[in-house]
């Protein structure tokens, strides 16, 4: 149930023949790859802010599973928009209960080890690193980093319908009905919570039905978020894109990064990135 906005076909497009080069094998690979790192340490060593776009790809190397396009929960497509929520809510808990909880036993990986450690190193030195990931998981703030966009909003938040109100909740389960529901087998019954047990409100006595703060299909991406990434976008001097990070609403952004200098590397994150973001040798400290 990947949660999918209107993706921007146009900037896609120009990702891919930009980012994604055809894969070669052997040595011929290994040498493109060391001159890639070798002018990507060339350029991230004179960076003053660095933008790193990250996507479900990052995610899945935490043994997270991402309900790309074609995945299942249950015996449905893993794609939940807000008629779904208001024809059955119990079953949206359930799956957004079974995320959470997987995520409650997941760890951040070597990249987000590797982007954290870069971003406390580089703020000692008076530049700036920021995160923009359109995962929901929170990994990279269990890794400790700090600056991070969140562009699809987050696993371990809800908002109210009736007020509004944004609350963080890292409860397990969310609320007493959803305990030990939530299983993604196949032939799983739906649990069939009525709205009055679902997760509400606490806020003032408002007590109103709460929902997943993420962004489902059809929506729109949150204008106060986009307007910091859009900031930070044209801040940047250097523009990482990590894996996966198949933008969406963010083709204005996106063109203005173009402009910059934009990396992509093949092959697992968690490989990649922990030499590409460690100590270059001109660093002072
Ligand atoms: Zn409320």
């Known amino acids: 149930m990947v949660v999918r906005q209107c993706t ?3 900037i896609t497009s120009q990702l891919c023949v930009r980012l994604k080069e055809p894969r070669t094998q052997g040595r011929q690979d290994m040498a493109r790859h060391s001159s890639e790192l ?3 340490r060339d350029v991230f060593s004179k960076a003053k802010h660095v933008a790193i776009l990250t996507g479900s ?5 935490s043994g997270v599973p991402t309900f790309r396009e074609g995945g299942f929960w249950r015996k449905w497509q893993a794609q939940v928009n807000t008629s779904l929520l208001s024809q059955n809510p119990s079953r949206v808990w359930e799956f957004y209960h079974y995320r959470r909880e997987v995520m409650l036993r997941k760890s951040p990986n070597l990249a987000h080890l590797a982007i954290a450690e870069c971003e406390a190193r580089l703020q000692r030195q008076g530049r700036r690193v920021t995160v923009i990931t359109q995962n929901i998981n929170e990994l990279h703030y269990c890794a400790r980093s700090t600056n991070v966009l969140e562009i699809h909003g987050s696993l371990f938040k809800t908002s109210c319908m009736s007020c509004g109100n944004v609350a963080v909740s890292h409860k397990s389960p969310i609320c007493a009905a959803l305990e030990g529901k939530g ?9 069939q919570i009525t709205p009055h047990h679902l997760p509400m409100c606490e806020q003032g006595g408002c007590s109103g039905p709460l929902r997943p703060d993420v962004v489902w299909f059809g929506e729109t991406l949150d204008s106060d978020i986009l307007t910091r990434v859009e900031e930070e976008l044209d801040r940047c ?23 910059v200098c934009l990396f992509h590397f093949h092959g697992p994150c968690g490989t990649t990135l ?3 973001l ?6 002072a400290n």
């Open 8 to 10: 921007s076909r146009g």
């Open 38 to 40: 070798a002018e990507f």
């Open 57 to 61: 790809g990052l995610s899945a190397e």
């Open 183 to 191: 299983a993604p087998e196949p032939n799983t019954s739906d649990a």
């Open 237 to 259: 001097d250097l523009c990482l894109v990590v894996k996966e990070f198949v933008s969406v609403c963010l083709s204005v952004c996106l063109s203005v990064c173009l402009s």
């Open 274 to 276: 922990p030499p590409a």
């Open 278 to 283: 460690a100590r270059h040798e001109t660093e």
